[in-house]
């Protein structure tokens, strides 16, 4: 233990050493040669930068889009056979199709709930209390959410005593037929999707609660004094002002969902068709050990969230522009 | 990466309670410090009189109090030489031990049912050979040649086997229950449970559930349905590969399994009780007032997880088992068994030494006394087994004209875990058997490809 300790705490110094050297250095060359170009005070600073995404992301992209062309043992080249497995084979179809569920139920749901809490929070009193409530949930870790839900949905054969929360209440108060909520093909996506809901919808709510925030107060109290409806104030006067916000949380949210893995391997870990690329990839990598096919899907997932980045990317710089 | 398995001989012949039969001796307090006591001069001796000290990382798949009592057995050990155990148990052990494996961090040592998994790592390599690091004395002494021979490759020792569950039995609370324990054949079982469905009680319990694992039970009873069914030597050939999963003996076992498994009226709660329940709580509703259900099948260590649920059941006259009759008056007296193996992957000291620990006859008698497992241990004697099912399950395995490993352990672990989905896929879509098992074949071809 003692020599690991040792260690980490050499590099810790190492590291600040080293950076405070090179920016020493860097300034330093930089002044000297600021005369004479500006094209060497770009490289000195966006130099390790470049060069540490490149080592860290670029590079292993560029690996895992190649062993996407590769049989299991990332031998043999098979061109695009992995691709035409993940649309032929059934249980991967099934996990496209469930991550394609997830990304148009979870940010929609998550932005729902954070939208309709921030709005109406901040117009009662006990708003902090409301808040926090729903902000619990994000600091507590998936894997533990998605054992408090699995006793949530706990189901027991109609007429025994119902041990999870929602059958209680299905059972008890509706006196309906309890639900299999994890197993159910109905409902176990929507289950998953729904715990993962709850961890995400109270990050929804204070970011769109800080923008709420942000609107300026005369535009309100004009149109108020206008005579203007709550509604009309939130349709016309809020949800324009709220709107970038929107987009961006949104887009986290299509993030979280596309690497929707800890809560499924919790819940289902895939049975009953609850599968999605992730628990999919992490299948065919560990269990199968296929190579090829892990980074097909891997490669699939990364291609699935770069238009979302660049919608991202130019939002933010047209806010940039627009304020500047 | 897939390499071919040699795996061993399946069958297993076991001596379990060699030295009498039937008496089991109750121990008294004093008694059970002395198997301590002995147990930690067995550890001083290996450590050579010194702290050793450091620790050793154990990988395994064991939870709750199964854990303790394993944990228990380790305990001399860990007060001996000084050397913590440091235990990391999960259901998910195929995909967490390939991780660590191929990320370079391999646990030190890996305690695992899944002997297949083991035998391809040991093909790349990764594992130590244990009769480098064993006495010849100690493994000829404590081990019959065929369970060495079964966690073996043609090179090398990969696993020593730590405990042994015998297979196929079925529990029941002999308080409630009026049927047959001595059933002549499983389509007597099968009658006589129609029988008490007719009359209002659903007589079988079953829980599937298991994370990662979901599904293993069924897939346990298949596998000895088609050992017993199909004979040993059909067995092994299709655990190896060499049969396809679309044979009629494999289709038979699936059916004869969902012939219970599959009727809402024979077992509780029907199809979707059993995949939402987990394995350990399967027996539960047996022991409710009234009772749910008369027969719970499961090896022998589900007597521990019940008593473990219901400490207040009297074994004997609240909780008691008989063995699964015949599938094939051809093959009676034919038993499964399964266990787990206790393999070095890092030669540390440490983990050397737990290994050799293991491996004495001193360590099978805390085994023993855990009334869970039987241990694999020829110097340890039925007078050990301080629990009545265990000394039964031992006459039993005693009485049994051959053992053999449950073919789940010894495939692939795409395989294996094919199979144990291929469980739930089949009680709830029993029209598409054949579908399943076409699935099967796909996955073993690819598992078994060179």
């Known amino acids: 233990m003692t020599p690991r300790i040792a260690s980490a705490a050499l590099a810790v110094v190492a590291v600040v050493v080293g950076v405070t050297l090179y920016l020493r250095a860097g300034d330093w060359a930089v002044s000297a040669a600021r005369r004479r170009c500006s094209v060497v005070a770009a490289l000195v600073w966006i130099g390790p930068a470049v060069l ?130 994890l197993i159910d093909r109905t409902f176990n996506n929507l289950a998953l999707i729904g715990t993962t809901v709850w961890t995400q919808a109270g990050f929804a709510m204070v970011i769109l609660s800080a923008a709420l925030r942000a609107i300026p107060d005369d535009v309100l109290e004009a149109a108020r004094l206008d005579g203007a409806s709550e509604w009309r104030l939130f349709r016309e006067i809020k949800l324009p002002y709220l709107t970038p916000t929107i987009l961006a949380v949104m887009t986290t949210m299509v993030v979280v969902a596309l690497k929707a893995f800890d809560i499924v391997y919790v819940m289902t870990n895939g049975a009953f068709e609850t599968d999605v690329l992730a628990t999919s990839m992490y299948k065919q990598l560990f269990s199968y050990r296929h190579l090829g096919r892990a980074s097909a899907i891997a490669t699939l997932l990364m291609f699935a969230v770069t238009p979302l980045m660049l919608l991202n990317l130019r939002a933010y710089r047209r806010e940039a522009r627009a304020r500047a | 990466m897939m390499t071919r398995r040699r795996v061993g001989m399946g069958a297993v012949l076991l001596a379990v309670g060699a030295a009498a039969s039937g ?171 129609r029988t008490t469905a007719a009359a209002g009680v659903t007589p079988w319990c079953i829980g599937l559930e298991s994370g990662a694992a979901s599904g293993w039970p069924a897939a346990d009873f298949i596998d000895d349905i088609l050992l017993r069914q199909a004979g040993p030597e059909f067995h092994e050939r299709w655990w190896r590969g060499e049969v396809p999963w679309t044979s009629p003996e494999v289709v038979r076992a699936y059916e004869t399994y969902g012939e219970i498994a599959l009727d809402e009226t024979l077992v509780y709660g029907g199809v979707t009780t059993q995949l939402a329940t987990n394995f350990a709580n399967g027996a539960d509703p047996m022991f409710a007032d009234p009772p749910a259900c008369y027969l719970h099948q499961q090896a022998t260590f589900m007597g521990g997880i019940i008593l473990s649920n219901f400490p207040d ?138």
Do not use: C
Not at chain 2, 382 to 411: C, I, K, W
């Open chain 2, 313 to 450: 059941l009297e074994p004997g006259s609240r909780l008691d088992f008989f063995a699964a009759p015949t599938f094939n008056p051809d093959f009676a007296g034919t038993q499964s068994i399964s266990g787990e193996i206790v393999s070095v992957l890092n030669p540390t000291e440490q983990a050397v030494a737990l290994a050799q620990y293991l491996a004495t006859p001193e360590a099978g008698r805390l085994v023993a006394e855990t009334g869970r497992w039987l241990s694999p241990n020829l110097q340890v004697d039925s007078e050990s087994y301080t629990d009545p099912f265990l000394g039964r399950a031992a006459d039993v395995l005693q009485d049994a004209t051959s053992s053999h490993y449950l073919g789940n352990a010894l495939m692939p672990t795409a395989l294996v875990e094919a199979f144990w989905g291929s469980t739930l896929d089949y009680l709830e879509r029993p029209g598409d058997l054949d579908d399943i098992l076409a699935d099967l074949d796909e996955v073993s071809a690819e598992a078994y490809a060179d």
């Open chain 1, 52 to 181: 540490l995404v490149g080592v860290v992301l670029v590079a292993p992209a560029i690996g895992t889009i190649r062993t996407s062309f590769l049989d299991g043992d990332g031998e043999a080249y098979v061109a695009l056979d992995n691709y035409r497995t993940i649309l032929d084979d059934d249980t991967l179809r099934v996990s496209l199709r469930n991550s394609v569920q997830w990304v148009l139920l979870l940010p929609v749901a998550s932005v729902g709930f954070g939208l309709a809490t921030a709005v109406l929070a901040d117009r009662v009193r006990y708003e902090s209390v409301v808040k926090a409530v729903l902000f619990f949930p994000l600091a507590i870790s998936a894997v533990a959410a998605g054992v408090i839900w699995r006793f949530m949905l706990d189901y027991r054969p109609p007429g025994a005593p119902q041990t999870g929360t929602l059958n209680a209440v299905v059972a008890g108060l509706l006196r309906r037929a309890p639900i299999a909520w």
């Open chain 2, 23 to 193: 008496g089991t001796t109750v121990l008294t307090a004093a008694g059970e410090s002395r198997l301590v006591e002995a147990a930690r001069t067995a550890a001083d001796a290996i450590a050579g009189g010194e702290e050793i000290g450091g620790s050793v990382s154990l990988l395994g798949v064991l939870g709750g109090e199964e854990l303790d009592d394993f944990l228990g057995v380790l305990a001399p050990f860990e007060e001996a030489t000084g050397i913590a155990v440091e235990y990391e148990g999960s259901r998910d052990i195929g995909a967490i031990l390939q991780t660590r494996v191929e990320g370079g961090n391999p646990p030190d040592a890996v305690s695992t049912p899944n002997l297949g998994q083991m035998a391809d790592l040991a093909e790349d390599g990764a594992v130590t050979d244990l009769r480098e690091v064993i006495d010849a004395d100690v493994l000829a002494a404590g081990f019959e040649p065929s369970i060495l021979e079964v966690a073996s490759t043609e090179s090398q020792l990969y696993g020593l086997f730590t405990t042994v569950n015998l297979g196929g039995l079925i529990w029941y609370d002999p308080s409630v229950y009026d049927g047959p324990t001595e059933p002549e054949s499983w389509d007597a079982l099968v009658e006589w449970s």
